[in-house]
């Protein structure tokens, strides 16, 4: 049955678009009900874009805080589709799943890592 309604989708790929764009956004409305790290993140957001507009920061300033948000919260994305994965294998203790979790966290640890140093180094001479 699901066959059936694809192909009848890949006729009109403008249909398969706006579904695969739902699709996305409920994995971020997802995110940001039930992952606590979406909150922190998205609280960070709210004030580099407040601190954006208040200092006036550059163009190019701008796209590097824009590439630093839009890394950190792809990155917490796919982290928790990584630990949603491994939590639907096994809850049990498994040296490989703790790897595959702790790595896919240690990812998303080191993009905030770099985008709080570009936070430092575009915002602290304006202070």
Partial sequence: MKQESRNKDQGNFFIRYVKS?????????????YEHNMY????????????????????VEW????VAIGLVTATE??????????DRVTLKSDPLIKIAKDTASG????????SIIIGLIIFIPKV
Avoid at 63 to 66: H, T
Avoid at 107 to 113: H, M, N, R, T, V
Wanted: charged share 5%.
């Fill in 107 to 114: 990812a998303s640890l080191i993009f905030c890592f770099m």
């Fill in 77 to 86: 994305l796919i982290n928790s589709a990584i630990e949603a994965i491994c």
């Fill in 40 to 59: 922190i993140i998205l609280l960070a957001t709210i004030v580099v874009i407040s601190a954006g507009f208040y200092f006036q920061i550059s163009t």
């Fill in 21 to 33: 764009f739902c699709h996305a956004l409920n994995g971020l409305w997802y995110a940001l009900r």
């Fill in 63 to 66: 796209l590097f805080c824009i």
